[in-house]
């Protein structure tokens, strides 16, 4: 692992005149996330098999400060909680032409417990990979008549976050055979390829260079484990995809839409790049 990071280092900085700075260890490598003192997060795992350059998986959260990783060990202190309450009385609230709420059909959001860890996931009916979005989507719009909420607008962010929260502590296992493999390999692609005017691909930052500093930030694996992020920049919880936007961006590059097959693709991969880590959202982030 410290072999690959320095040469990654290497040619990254000469393509970002010095971006990154040192070797940097992290600020307690053995911290362990205990939520509430009672659910225990794996955050460093023995990395799944497909993944060729990198033997360990590690949750942004080893890579934070020890202040921002305290937010995220009691719900009083996690500001991603409060948009978690909303989400719960979203989900008993009737509404659209027939009055329904989830609830009518899913007794509470813990009967929903588990899905989080499954999703992007195939869709034997539609015949795609659906994003958990997508799946609420589907419900809102053709099981209660409503409009579909905005991919990543605070009604979706907010539910999405509900339903992470019920799964907390349990490990992500998205499947990348059979029928998702397609798209699992786009994903791939996509995070390999260098973009934009600096060329730097997802991989030459997460891959090459966790652990090391760029500007004022640490380095992580940019694993999606935590999602939704309440993001201590911008005081609010941030969607997975609004996070690729964020980060295409930042190499100046042309950025696909939220919600697009591309992300979807580069989401079900980066999950898979996170088997085994426990499901943390609503986690807090810098
Ligand atoms: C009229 C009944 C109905 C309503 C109302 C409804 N759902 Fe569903 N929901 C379903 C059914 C049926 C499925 C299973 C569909 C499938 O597996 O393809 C499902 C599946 C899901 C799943 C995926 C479960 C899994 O195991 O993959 C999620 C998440 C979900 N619904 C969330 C919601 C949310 C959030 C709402 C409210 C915005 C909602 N649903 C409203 C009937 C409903
Ligand atoms: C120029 C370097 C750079 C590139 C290239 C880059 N990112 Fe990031 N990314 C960052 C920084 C800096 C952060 C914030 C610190 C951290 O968590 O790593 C971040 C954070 C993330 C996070 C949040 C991790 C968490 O735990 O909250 C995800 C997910 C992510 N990036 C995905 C991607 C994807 C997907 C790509 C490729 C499309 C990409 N990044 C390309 C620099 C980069």
Not at 49 to 57: G, K, L, R, S, W
Not at 221 to 229: E, K, R, S
Not at 254 to 274: D, H, I, K, M, N
Request: proline share 4%.
């Amino acid at each position: 692992m410290i072999k690959r990071a320095l040469t990654g280092a290497v040619c990254v900085a000469t393509l970002v005149a010095g971006a990154f700075v040192g070797m940097n260890a992290v600020a307690d490598e053995h911290a362990n996330l205990i939520v509430n003192g009672e659910i225990e997060m794996v955050v460093r795992t023995e990395a799944p098999e497909h993944m060729e350059n990198v033997d360990t998986i590690y949750s942004g959260w080893v890579y934070r400060a020890t202040e921002t990783q305290a937010l995220q060990m009691d719900d009083f202190d996690n500001p991603g909680m409060l948009w978690v309450d909303q989400a719960a009385e979203y989900f008993e609230t009737a509404q659209g032409p027939e009055g329904r709420s989830c609830q009518d059909c899913h007794e509470s959001p813990e009967a929903l417990a588990g899905v989080r860890a499954v999703y992007p996931k195939w869709d034997e009916e539609r015949g795609v990979v659906q994003t958990l979005e997508n799946q609420i989507n589907e419900c809102a719009t053709e099981r209660m008549g409503l409009e579909p909420l905005k991919y990543t607008g605070s009604e979706m962010v907010n539910m999405s976050a509900l339903l992470a929260s019920v799964s907390r502590g349990m490990p992500i296992n998205v499947a990348i055979d059979g029928p998702a493999r397609e798209t699992w390999e786009l994903g791939k692609e996509l995070y390999y390829q260098r973009t934009g005017q600096l060329e730097l691909s997802c991989a030459n930052c997460h891959e090459d260079n966790y652990g090391n500093r760029i500007r004022s930030d640490m380095l992580s694996q940019g694993q999606i484990n935590g999602f939704p992020v309440y993001r201590l920049k911008n005081a609010k919880l941030n969607a997975v995809h609004s996070r690729f936007k964020g980060c295409v961006r930042d190499t100046r590059a042309q950025t696909y839409a939220p919600g697009s097959a591309e992300f979807v693709a580069l989401e079900l991969y980066l999950a898979s790049r996170g088997n085994g880590l426990s499901v943390e959202g609503p986690s807090v982030r810098n």
